[in-house]
Nanobody
């Protein structure tokens, strides 16, 4: 059973920075991709950034140039450095881990509980 734990959220003023962490444990098969999603108040969940264990990254348009995703494959950990934060970045940030099944023929997904990011003066 894969466990996913996010940390690093908090209250920050507009223009400020935060760094989120996502740690996956209990994996016995390879992790392929780790993703950050967010869900703001009254909004649908959206994909913010993704990091593959091959080192590829992708970003949602509204965070390009402000957020940077990175990972430590040896520790099954992904980070999200968020700079120039805006009130519209306020959301619960959730980590999704996509990993191989035991048979190696399927992809499985595990989610964390999320960490709250609030951008407000």
């Amino acid at each position: 059973q894969v466990q996913v734990v996010e940390s690093g959220g908090g209250l920050v003023q507009p223009g400020g920075s935060l760094k989120l962490s996502c740690a996956a444990s209990g994996t016995t098969t390879p992790i392929y991709v780790m993703r950050w999603h967010r869900q703001g108040p009254g909004k649908q969940r959206e994909l913010v950034a993704s990091f593959s264990t091959a080192g590829n990254t992708r970003y949602e348009d509204s965070v390009k140039g402000r957020f940077t995703v990175s990972g430590d494959n040896a520790r099954n950990t992904m980070y999200l450095q968020m700079n120039s934060l805006k009130p519209e970045d306020t959301a619960v940030y959730l980590c999704e881990v996509i990993y191989a099944s035991e048979s190696g023929t399927d992809y499985l997904t595990a989610w964390g509980q999320g960490t709250q990011v609030t951008v407000s003066s």
